[in-house]
């Protein structure tokens, strides 16, 4: 399958601070990115949608000034957590989406990266 | 409001034995669906796809797919200790932004040896 990466596996860091994080598609050319979250023992949630060279989708709830998303090629998008607090602590999930003709259904395959733990303090 | 539901489990099965995990979906307008596994600490890897009604077998795994009952399925045969893991399911919306996955809150699966 295809491969992404993430930079870094993990991070720690003291409150007020702003942390990047990295997702890179080594194989193909992603022009959708997803950025999750996923606390302890919950399922994934979708912060945002990372579209290559416009403005990224934010979900309900999610606060575009403190997530800043940036995907200015084709392999590779950035989070950037800002002021980071202790509740902003969890494991932050990029994927990308399957190159392929819109009308694919194989489109739609996601392939994630391994996750970057955010540790605040 | 698009769902995706999982049984939470825990499902606990016998080593050798078939682990049946299964999700139902509420948009009947939905095309594609997707079986990722997660191991704790590590981010999903993709399983299987389907997208057409009936079983889709790949080794070990077989995916079914009944969309007039809006339901699809993980089958899982000589489960294996290395297969405890949590399962998510993952469905396709479309919607006017595009189309994006949707997940359940998986399935927590243990094999005991």
Request: hydrophobic share 30%; with cysteine.
């Amino acid at each position: 399958g295809a491969v992404v990466s993430q930079h870094p596996s993990w991070v720690i860091c003291k409150s007020g601070t702003s942390v990047k994080i990295e997702c890179r598609s080594l194989d193909f050319q992603a022009t959708t990115m997803f950025w999750y979250r996923q606390f302890p023992k919950q399922s994934l949630m979708l912060m945002a949608t990372s579209n290559e060279g416009s403005k990224a989708t934010y979900e309900q709830g999610v606060e575009k000034d403190k997530f800043l998303i940036n995907h200015a090629s084709l392999t590779l998008s950035t989070l950037t957590v800002t002021s980071a607090h202790p509740e902003d602590s969890s494991f932050y999930i990029c994927s990308a989406r399957a190159p392929g003709p819109r009308t694919s259904l194989r489109r739609d395959t996601q392939y994630f990266g391994p996750g970057t733990r955010l540790t605040v303090l | 409001q698009k769902e995706v539901e999982q049984n939470s489990g825990p499902l606990s099965v016998p080593e050798g034995a078939i682990a049946s995990l299964n999700c139902t979906y509420s948009d009947r307008g939905s095309q594609s669906f997707f079986w990722y596994r997660q191991y704790s600490g590590k981010s999903p890897e993709l399983i299987m796809f389907i997208y057409s009604n009936g079983d889709k077998e790949d080794g070990r795994f077989t995916a079914q797919l009944n969309k007039a009952s809006q339901y699809v399925s993980l089958l899982i045969r000589d489960s294996q200790p290395s297969d405890s893991a949590t399962y998510l399911c993952a469905v396709r919306y479309v919607e006017t932004s595009g189309s994006r996955l949707t997940f359940g809150e998986g399935t927590q699966l243990t094999v005991n040896p």
